[in-house]
């Protein structure tokens, strides 16, 4: 069973600070693996998405790494704004025989930027 | 173009009731899935469409969920005889098909059970 941890489970920085937010995952049999941001009240924000293949994707100022063999995956933010203040989650799409693809999530990091 | 869209934003019902949630997925999007977001169990995946086949039900937590979906498209997730462990935030998703593409997730219903 896919097992997802997220590390640290909250985060609070003055603004300007580069990010790094930890997750990782029990089972490497994965398709891709999604990084998404919820705002309060509501719903998902999908962020990046790193096919099982590659090693990271990059969006602006939001980077995403990959290492499938050791189940982690790090998204890393530069220059944060008070903007970023969310919390951020990571979710791998699971390939093992059977599955629909479905997500498992960590429980998430909430983070503050502060201006 | 129109993302995911979901109803009704919120619902408060009472305890017993039968309750209705709708998801409109992104046009085009053969795979449709629902997740739901608790405080206490964070988001977890209930149940899964991919075009004609048979639905992926592993993640409902009862017999009192159920959910079709329609034409391939509209889906209604049905929670009989709510109870109060059932309030939650319940979010749809849908992508281009299963596997490699991105998951789109609607707003979500906010389930108030009294």
């Keep these: ?115 | 173009g129109a993302g995911v869209s979901q109803s009704p934003s919120n619902k408060v019902t009472e305890k017993g009731k039968d309750v209705e949630l709708r998801c409109d997925p992104i046009s085009g999007h053969t795979a449709l899935y629902w997740y739901r977001q608790s405080l206490g169990q964070g988001l977890e995946f209930l149940i899964y469409f991919q075009g004609n086949s048979a639905p992926d039900k592993s993640g409902l937590p009862s017999d009192r969920f159920s959910a079709e979906r329609t034409g391939g498209s509209v889906s209604t997730l049905t929670i009989q005889r709510t109870q109060q462990e059932d309030s939650a935030v319940y979010l749809c998703a849908s992508s281009l098909e299963e596997g490699l593409w991105t998951q789109y997730f609607g707003p979500g219903t906010r389930l108030l059970v009294l």
């Design chain 1, 1 to 115: 069973k896919q097992e997802v941890t997220q590390i640290p489970a909250a985060l609070s920085v003055p603004e300007g600070e580069n990010l790094v937010l930890n997750c990782s995952f029990t089972d490497s049999a994965i398709y891709n693996l999604q990084w998404f941001r919820q705002d309060p009240g509501k719903g998902l924000t999908s962020l990046l998405l790193i096919q099982s293949s590659q090693r990271e994707q990059t969006s602006g100022r939001l980077n995403a790494s990959l290492d499938k063999s050791s189940g982690r995956s790090t998204l890393y933010i530069a220059a944060s704004q008070p903007g970023d203040s969310a919390t951020y989650l990571c979710a791998p799409q699971c390939s093992f025989s059977g599955n629909t693809g479905k997500l498992i999530f960590g429980q998430g990091t909430t983070l503050q930027v502060k201006p």
